[in-house]
């Protein structure tokens, strides 16, 4: 397998510049903090193969939907995530040529993200005609700990010449996405102003009306002093800069700092966006670049002292886990309940930025154990917000209850494929576990009567009208569903989507009686909200007795939907490795056709409901599935290595998490240049939280039955739980919990109780 980045701990590092596989390199090079991201994209211009992007959380265009075919009931746009302002732009003109690394002869470049610290790095030297040779070295990062700030440093040493410099500092709002339906530009300009040193520019979109405002203020320093310049204003629709031009004596170093604010309508009124922009920009300047650097780099101390995984005896492995945690971090801070995770965050136009099912079913575990409780919260919230509207969208295909979206900006659905948009509905339970989810780690059952019990109640309306009841057989039925595995359409009683209704009529009745006899009165109030009816209640029992699963006896699996046995069962061992991946050989009507299976499915209920299900259970469904699965989903390994470590294959478990734990690292999927798959990034936490130490929440008690995978000689991970944070350790005979913060905690290791004091640890031999 080619290898694209030096193997470091902490440091992801390009060495020598790849113009070839720019995009690969400027998707990992990514920077973000939860209200913005850019990717790796160079300050100077850059004429060869680049994907410009800047994104700005939750701005969005509603691109008018292209479709084949036309079908009632599709949404009419599909969301896009916008480039937007080009904020970080510096032009460079040494001895009056313009810097462009596509043209210019380059050594000894370098791109280093530095994720304990949370910045990128960049420096290179440039050689001219004559041979005068200038170093660069660029510093940047989005500030994690204000988050409307931008900061770069650029800094210019000409080695062997005097040079008259021209810098250009500027901002950019003549963008466009390469995801356009119809080529068209999603930006107009409101307004534009450009001074000495600074400049502000004001874009909205040409729908929905979103404001964003991007100032900017900046010094040129030379070891801290001020330069001799001059200043031209340059001054274009949608543009402002400033030429700066100064001379330059060999040996010394310049360096322009800087500043940029980007505010939207989102926050603030739309008249107050510039002057909030110069507020904070003015406050940023004042405070300096290395002010602000380090305080960025303590909001990434605090990141890293929560959620840090740190694997000895492979650095590779390191690496990976770090770089997903980062990414993580980067796309989802939590600070804001109308955000959420598109699968790929802020690297890159592909998914739309939009919110999936990813969120629940893969990230919503990674908050919920390494930050503040509110976090996870927040992504509930998120989907609560959104019930009216996935009302409306039940509604909209002639259903009772609430229809969450496959894919959602505003909780609208805005996705046209009638096999995802209309059938792949298992997605409304994926809502109803993290409620599950969350109340079984926290215990904050509050939550149900503020909010998750509607949620709860709506989901289960929905799933109470869109199955059937056959009387021939006396079982209720889903009919017409895509299941998790997208290579099957239409199907019948996809034991995935049967299972996880059932489930979801279940809690919603499970807690409707905690409500009920707990909070009596709360209980009347949401009864008149809900309009509650005894019959409906009475029918959700029905389908929970009654539901149908589909099952084949002689092997004692579950059959992923009707008719699977009657495929040509064959494994992906007799595919030729020449035509794998399927979806890039084979036409879309052999897929269907096949036994192969795109991602979990039947498995992924095994890991949502673990403890429904015996090992022995686990085990024949994994030997039966696994081999017929072709992961051309990234969300399918780790969900499948999970299972694995549970039932002992512990090998299989770690070939599995490597297929997660680079994917990007390593271009694995062929398709990092698109952007990062953030949504699967916490694929490789599961792997090693739930997968490896077998953390689990059993009667509402913490517990872990670990392993260590052969290639590692110990690794530790932190967990928030419930007011503790923990430190849980594994090598290869000892496990240790150690309590960082809290009181006494009860806790299983091996399905046995120990206790652990405030400050306490436990130690005990591994016995797996
Ligand atoms: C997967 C879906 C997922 C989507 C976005 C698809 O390839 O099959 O399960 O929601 O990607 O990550």
Known sequence: MKQYFKIDEWNIIEEGLHPEENRIYESV?????????????????????????????????????????????YPEYFAKVLNATNFIGIKVLING??????????????????????????????????????????????????????????????????????LIPYLDGDVSNEDSNYNEKFWLEVNRAVDNEQGLLTMKTKKLDFHVTCAMKYDIKENG??????????????????????????????????????????????????????????????????????????????????????????????????????????????????????????????????????????????????????????????????LEKAKENARKL?????????????????????????????????????????????????????????????????????????????????????????????????????????WNLEYTLEVMEYIKNEHPARFEELKNKLKLQDEEIEKWKDIV????????????????????????????????????PINKHWSWDRILRSCFIKQADVIQGLYFLSDRFDLETKKRNFDFYEPKTVHESSLSPCIYSIIASEIGYEEKAYELYLRTARLDLDNYNKDTDDGLHITSM???WLAIVHGFAGMKIKDGMLSFSPFIPKAWNKYSFKIIFRGHLLKITVDKEIITIEQEEGNELTLKIYDKEYTIEANGKITLETNR
């Open 545 to 580: 007795n009654k539901m149908y699963y589909p099952y084949v006896e002689s092997l004692g699996i579950f059959e992923q939907q009707d008719g699977y046995m009657d495929k040509e069962l064959l494994n992906v061992s007799d595919i030729p490795k020449e035509e794998l």
């Open 225 to 386: 002093n001020d330069i001799t310049k001059e200043i031209e204003l340059i001054d274009k629709e949608k543009y402002v800069g400033n030429k700066v031009s100064f001379t330059a004596s060999k040996g010394k170093t310049y360096t322009l700092y800087k500043y940029i604010s980007v505010t939207t309508n989102r926050d603030y009124d739309t008249e107050n966006i510039e002057s909030e922009a110069i507020k904070k920009v003015n406050n940023a300047y004042s405070k300096g670049f290395d002010v602000l650097l380090n305080e960025h780099i303590s909001a990434w101390e605090r990141i890293w002292k929560e959620s840090d995984v740190v694997i000895e005896g492979d650095v590779k492995a390191q690496q990976g886990i770090r770089f997903n945690i980062f990414q993580l971090n980067q796309t989802y801070t939590g600070h804001d309940p109308r955000l959420n995770i598109g699968p790929k965050g802020f690297t890159g136009e592909k998914y739309g930025g939009s919110t999936y099912w990813d969120t629940e079913a893969f990230c919503f575990p990674f908050y919920l154990s390494t930050s503040d409780q509110n976090i996870a919260r927040n992504l509930l919230i998120y989907r609560y917000n959104h």
């Open 398 to 502: 002639g259903l009772n209850g609430a229809l969450y979206p496959m894919v959602t900006m505003n909780g609208e659905e805005c996705h046209n494929e009638w096999e995802i948009t209309f059938e792949e509905i298992h997605r409304n339970a994926a809502i109803s576990y993290a409620i599950f989810n969350y109340v079984r780690y926290t215990d904050d059952k509050q939550y149900l009567l503020d909010y998750g019990f509607e949620v709860l109640v709506e989901t289960s309306r929905f799933w109470a009208d869109r199955v059937n009841y056959n009387p021939r057989k006396d079982k209720y039925m889903i009919l017409g569903v895509t299941g998790p595995n997208e290579y099957e359409n239409n199907v019948n009683n996809n034991w995935y989507t049967n299972t996880m209704a059932a």
């Open 97 to 166: 040529v313009n810097i462009d690394l596509a043209k210019i002869k380059v050594k000894d470049f370098s791109r280093i993200l530095d994720m304990k610290n949370g910045y990128l790095l960049r420096s290179f030297t440039i050689v001219d005609s004559e041979n005068r040779e200038t170093k660069i070295e660029v510093k940047r990062f989005l500030s994690m700990s204000e988050l409307e700030i931008a900061a770069i440093s650029y800094s210019i040493t000409p080695l062997n010449h005097d040079a008259d410099i021209s």
């Open 682 to 684: 916490s694929g490789s």
């Open 29 to 73: 090079m990514s920077l973000g903090n939860g209200h913005m991201g850019i990717r790796g994209n160079f300050e100077e211009d850059y004429s060869g193969d680049t994907l410009q992007g800047t994104y700005i959380a939750g701005v969005y265009y509603p691109d008018k939907t292209k479709v084949g075919w036309w079908k009632n009931g």
